[in-house]
């Protein structure tokens, strides 16, 4: 889900790209699978952190 222009990048920080088509345009149902991918990635992303 890139920027577009170049981001700011602050040392200690992890970045990441999450490749996913872009919904303009598309079909409803290829927009819900981009939702569906989105939810895959935060998800994921989730479950990777550190309890606190």
Known sequence: MGCGD???VVPGR???DWPV???DGAPIT???AIRD???AHITELL???PNH
Do not use: G, Q
Request: net charge negative; proline share 11%.
């Open 47 to 49: 479950t990777s952190l």
């Open 37 to 39: 991918e989105i939810d």
């Open 6 to 8: 170049a981001c700011p």
């Open 30 to 32: 290829a927009v819900r």
């Open 14 to 16: 992890r970045y990441l």
């Open 21 to 23: 088509a872009d919904p």
